[in-house]
């Protein structure tokens, strides 16, 4: 029988979960934690994922990209490929989410082309959609922020901010810029990843200049 919109329902994964999976990865493909992570030599040749673009993407599915049922191909909106290098490390890492967390949901569905993943998006239903997502985003952030090099960061700008009782927010924005330099992310990712690890840093510097 033909499941309905929204009749599947999706498994819930909790952030420990999830950073056990994300450090699974990184301990198997980044071993030496380099950063940033080098997630297109990992997809492509550690895990044979062949890279397409299409015009105009974004508008048509609601997403920068996505990654078919077989796990072999991510497609990408075109201009963010080649225009927008973080945001496409955040899509890469986005959908390398789907591919360790979610491969029993998407190997029940033939991911194809556009319509295809259009048609599974319905069938998931804008709830199920959702967790999905935020799954997937919290994956992402694990793996772009690995904690060791992430940590060690941290430490060295409080060293030179005079430590946490010192720390303003002058000192929150340089740590920021210095994380977008050294993992290749955004701004709004650092700040969601430090809420995560380090939610002390924002209480004294406050995020509301954010």
């Known amino acids: 029988m033909d499941k309905t919109p929204g009749e599947i329902k999706i498994k819930y994964l909790s952030e420990k979960i ?32 062949n890279f397409l673009t299409v015009p105009n993407l974004k508008n048509l599915i609601e997403c920068d990209g996505y990654i078919s049922d077989d ?3 991510i497609t990408f909106d075109d201009y963010i490929f080649n225009n927008c290098e973080v945001r496409a490390r955040f899509t890469l890492a986005h959908e390398l989410g789907h591919f360790f967390l979610h491969q029993d949901l998407y190997n029940s569905y033939e991911i194809k082309d556009i319509e ?36 060690k960061l941290i430490e060295n700008n409080l060293i030179k901010s005079g430590g946490l009782d010192q720390f303003t927010v002058s000192d929150l924005q340089k740590l920021v ?25 924002l209480k004294v510097a406050g995020d509301a200049i954010f």
């Open 18 to 49: 999830i950073l056990v999976k994300a450090n699974l990865f990184l301990d198997k493909y980044n071993f030496k934690m380099e950063v940033p992570v080098p997630l297109e030599k990992i997809a492509e040749i550690d895990l044979g994922i």
């Open 71 to 73: 796990f072999s191909t």
């Open 177 to 201: 810029l210095g994380m977008q330099e050294t993992f290749g992310v955004s701004g709004q990712a650092c700040l969601i990843q430090l809420k995560k690890y380090f939610p002390d840093l």
């Open 116 to 151: 295809s993943f259009i048609k599974f998006q319905k069938l998931i239903g804008d709830k199920g959609w959702r967790s999905l997502e935020i799954q997937a985003n919290i994956f992402a952030g694990f793996v772009l922020f690995p904690y060791k090099p992430l940590k």
